[in-house]
Structure formats: structure tokens, C-alpha cells
């Protein structure tokens, strides 16, 4: 089954605790996002990665970090987090073949910094 | 910079009556594309439905279909026959052409009453 999957779903941590949220497609797609969600505020991109060692900024990468060493994960890591980072995180990937560019996204995960 | 603006943050229809979205973005772009994304309670992003600017003809998802208005930067989401499962935040969203940077609107809250 295609499927972008996250661990943990739910995560509560405190301030200062270095953590990574893991995200792995099955579905060989080269582009792969992390977004937060907040009430009021939609989904907002914090970084994406067109492909492998290839990764770029999105509107709120402050606080986070990325890597794509290989095409199937794209780990976000939290190395200081802090209380405003809590929120829903989702993973999302697309594939470029034929312009179908369809962004499937991960079940999500909701992180409480304490 | 590229917006995506839902002025509705919240909406009501009666079960099988027709309701209409709406959405408008800015950008100087002339090749992105549009989608609408659904959210039901389970928190799981679903594509409702995706729009090329190239193409002048509105897309249609069964009982979902968009009025795209080129000119006037909108992009509204017509859902008929609405049924209970179509409660769910609505989110809007704009993306360029060959670039997977997605941009999110805040959401509109979807309520179907019985």
C-alpha cells in the first residue's frame, strides 16, 4: 500500500529535550515536505527536499532541522525545542513523473513541548 | 509573495443541499496549480481536487467541482448533495509550477446539518 508514515503520532516532551520525528515513503517520490499545522493559521511549510542531499527553506524553518540521506526519509529534528513549537506536524511527498504532482501526506503528528 | 486567502472560517449547509467554498490567491506566476484538501477528525489530509491554470476547463470530482476564475485569482469549491461525511476543515491551497513550495490557506470549518 502507498503510504507516508510518521513516528511518533504523539509526542510530549520538555523544553530543551532534543527529538526527531521520523517520516518514510513507500511510493519513490523525490519531493518530500514537513508542515505544521496551528488553529487559525493553516499548514505552514517548515522545510522541503526535491531529492536526496538536496533540501530548502520553507516559511518557518526556524527551530528545525532536516536531512534526506536517502530518497524513502526525511527526518525533522528539534535539536532545543521549545513551547511554540507545539503543534501538528505532517509529512507530505509528490512525485514529479508526468506533472502528477499530488502531495500524499502522513497520518501526522502532534508534538506538546512542556 | 504568493497568498492563499479562505474568507470563511466557518460554514453550515443542510444535508443534501449545495454548498460553495471560497478561495483567492495572488501571485504573478502563470503556470501553478490549485488544490483543495480536506480534513475530517482523524486529522488525515485527503485531495479533494486539483486545478492546472493552463487548463480553462474546471476540474470535477464527482460532487465536488471548482469555479476557476483565472482573471480574478479565485478558486472556489462547489460540494452538491452534501452528506454528514463531507464535515471537515477545508483547506485551500496554490502551488507553482515545477516547484513543490505548497501554500495553504487558513481553512474553512465545514459543518453538515442533519
Known amino acids: 500500500e502507498a503510504q507516508v508514515t510518521q513516528n511518533p503520532r504523539y509526542l510530549i516532551t520538555v523544553t530543551g529535550k532534543k527529538l526527531t520525528v521520523t517520516c518514510s515513503q513507500n511510493?519513490?517520490?523525490?519531493?518530500m515536505s514537513w508542515y505544521r499545522q496551528d488553529p487559525g493559521l493553516g499548514l505552514r511549510q517548515i522545510y522541503y527536499?526535491?531529492?536526496?542531499?538536496?533540501?530548502d527553506k520553507g516559511d518557518v524553518p526556524e527551530g528545525y532541522k532536516v536531512s534526506r540521506k536517502e530518497k524513502r526519509n526525511f527526518p525533522l529534528i528539534l535539536e532545543s525545542p521549545s513551547p511554540n513549537q507545539t503543534s501538528l506536524y505532517f509529512c507530505?511527498?509528490?512525485?514529479?513523473?508526468?506533472?502528477?504532482?499530488?502531495?500524499?501526506f502522513g497520518p501526522g503528528t502532534r508534538l506538546t513541548v512542556l | 509573495a504568493q497568498t492563499v486567502t479562505q474568507s470563511q472560517p466557518e460554514m453550515s449547509v443542510q444535508e443534501a443541499e449545495t454548498v460553495t467554498l471560497s478561495c483567492t490567491y495572488d501571485?504573478?506566476?502563470?503556470?501553478?496549480?490549485l488544490f483543495w484538501y480536506k480534513q475530517p477528525p482523524s486529522r488525515q489530509m485527503i485531495l479533494v481536487i486539483r486545478?492546472?491554470?493552463?487548463?480553462?476547463q474546471n476540474a470535477t470530482e464527482n460532487r465536488f467541482s471548482v469555479n476557476f476564475q483565472k482573471a480574478a485569482k479565485s478558486f472556489s469549491l462547489k460540494i452538491s448533495d452534501s452528506q454528514l461525511g463531507d464535515a471537515a476543515m477545508y483547506f485551500c491551497?496554490?502551488?507553482?509550477?515545477?516547484?513543490?513550495?505548497?501554500?495553504f490557506g487558513k481553512g474553512t470549518r465545514l459543518h453538515i446539518l442533519p
Open positions: 507530505a511527498s509528490s512525485s514529479k513523473e508526468g506533472y502528477t504532482d499530488t502531495q500524499y
Open positions: 511510493m519513490n517520490h523525490e519531493y
Open positions: 527536499s526535491m531529492n536526496v542531499e538536496v533540501t
Open positions: 501571485t504573478s506566476e502563470s503556470d501553478y496549480y
Open positions: 486545478q492546472e491554470a493552463y487548463k480553462q
Open positions: 491551497a496554490y502551488r507553482k509550477g515545477r516547484d513543490d513550495k505548497i501554500i
